[in-house]
């Protein structure tokens, strides 16, 4: 778990990522308090609201191949404007966005689909080329029960909703830390 001081410095650096791709300049992140702990690699999502709560973006790393504190302010920059399902976001609407950071934890192999617990699992679904993922915080946000959650990651991975219940689908959870801020102005 990380402290209030680190999560502050997190969504820092994923606002002030975004805010320095607006001016045209790189990220400055050694000017940050980075311990131990957003040195460690971890794979880490950010997802960005608008005033009204609907999604404007949404990237992130799965595995840790970088330190966190990297791994956020790139998912940062990506969910602001490299997400294929909206237009890049623009400064007046920046000032204006909720951030929320995922920090993944490890994924595992789900042998039964009875070991989902909905709200605190975030799902993997692969077979063949397609795969999808959606976050934890997602069945609980849309009030999904658990097959519905199946549904939908089938669903987000171009497969029919039901692709799940196949011994062909691959079925992976993962929990993670989720945290976000208040928007900047209302």
């Known amino acids: 778990m990380l402290t209030s001081n680190q999560r502050k410095t997190l969504l820092q650096i994923a606002r002030d990522s975004i805010a320095a791709v607006l ?14 702990d957003l040195r460690r690699p971890a794979g880490a999502f950010v997802t960005l609201n608008d005033r009204d709560g609907e999604l404007r973006g949404c990237i992130g790393s799965l ?8 791994a956020v302010s790139s998912s940062a920059i990506s969910a602001a404007f ?17 951030l929320e950071i995922s920090v993944m934890g490890p994924i ?4 039964d689909v009875n070991e989902i617990e909905v709200g605190r699992d975030g799902l993997i679904i692969t077979r063949g080329h397609n795969a999808g993922l959606l976050l934890p915080q997602v ?6 029960d658990r097959e519905t959650f199946l549904s939908q ?11 799940w219940r196949s011994a ?9 830390e989720v945290f976000g801020d208040q928007t900047a102005e209302k």
Do not use: M
Not at 108 to 111: D, E, K, L
Not at 139 to 144: D, P, V
């Open 23 to 36: 001016d045209g300049k790189r990220p400055d992140l050694n000017r940050y308090p980075i311990d131990d």
């Open 63 to 70: 595995h840790p191949t970088a330190p966190l504190y990297q």
């Open 82 to 98: 490299r997400d294929p399902r909206f237009y890049p976001v623009n400064r007046e609407e920046f000032a204006g966005l909720h």
């Open 108 to 111: 595992t192999r789900v042998s």
């Open 139 to 144: 069945a609980t946000e849309w009030g999904w």
């Open 153 to 163: 990651t089938c669903v987000k991975a171009g497969l029919p909703p039901n692709a």
């Open 168 to 176: 062909e689908t691959k079925i992976e959870h993962f929990s993670a």
